[in-house]
């Protein structure tokens, strides 16, 4: 149960920075330095989420 909670969570937190991402794209002068720290940090927890979906062999 505490990986599913926890994949829901990343889940949740790789949807929020989607959010922010596409905000900050959205306004009139996006920071591109801020939009590519956040396409890092949603990088990161995609890894996360697929090491932890997958299963071990």
């Avoid at 937190?13 to 956040?38: C, F, G, M, W, Y």
């Amino acid at each position: 149960m505490a990986v599913t909670a926890h994949l829901e969570t990343l889940h949740s937190k790789h949807t929020n920075l989607e959010q922010k991402i596409q905000a900050e794209l959205r306004s009139p002068l996006p920071d591109n330095i801020r939009v590519s720290k956040l396409k890092k940090q949603k990088l990161q927890i995609k890894d996360t989420i697929t090491h932890f979906s997958t299963p071990n062999y």
